[in-house]
């Protein structure tokens, strides 16, 4: 009898740990979006924090966050930047965050760079990897149909 059950525990249990095969599964897509066999594939996260830079010229704080801005919209157009916002207040000085579409922190330092309020220290940014759906950067396609306004 308590082979039987044995068994019986084993063969359940096996089948408890079985991956089966998603029916909705397009491997076109999970090509074309870099997928991995979980459909996760790795960014880099950002994390925005008040820069050590204290600059009094308002004009020119002004013209630097116009600078971001744009640089914001020019990474999304090229397809670097998937995810970006700001933080509300806090005590911590964050800022705001970027997924950047890239794999390695090397990468998203170079793209970091062309941010005028990061270059000039008042942003001050922390990278690390991230393993996200591979499906992110697809929400972009609608992001623009729910903006009522454009920055």
């Avoid at 790795?42 to 004009?59: P, Q, R």
Wanted: net charge negative; glycine share 6%; proline share 3%.
């Amino acid at each position: 009898m308590k082979t039987y059950l044995l068994l019986a525990l084993l063969l359940f249990s096996n089948k408890a740990f079985c991956q089966e095969l998603n029916p909705k599964y397009d491997s076109a897509l999970a090509d074309s979006l870099g997928s991995d066999d979980y459909g996760m594939k790795y960014y880099t996260f950002v994390l925005l924090k008040t820069g050590k830079t204290i600059i009094e010229n308002k004009e020119e704080v002004s013209n630097l966050f116009k600078g971001h801005m744009e640089n914001i919209q020019k990474l999304a157009d090229d397809g670097k930047l998937i995810v970006a916002g700001p933080f509300g207040k806090n005590e911590r000085n964050y800022r705001g965050i970027f997924i950047l579409n890239v794999k390695t922190i090397e990468e998203a330092e170079v793209l970091l760079q062309s941010d005028p309020a990061i270059k000039a220290g008042l942003l001050e940014a922390e990278i690390t990897p991230w393993y996200g759906s591979s499906a992110l950067p697809t929400y972009l396609e609608n992001s623009e149909k729910v903006n009522k306004y454009s920055f």
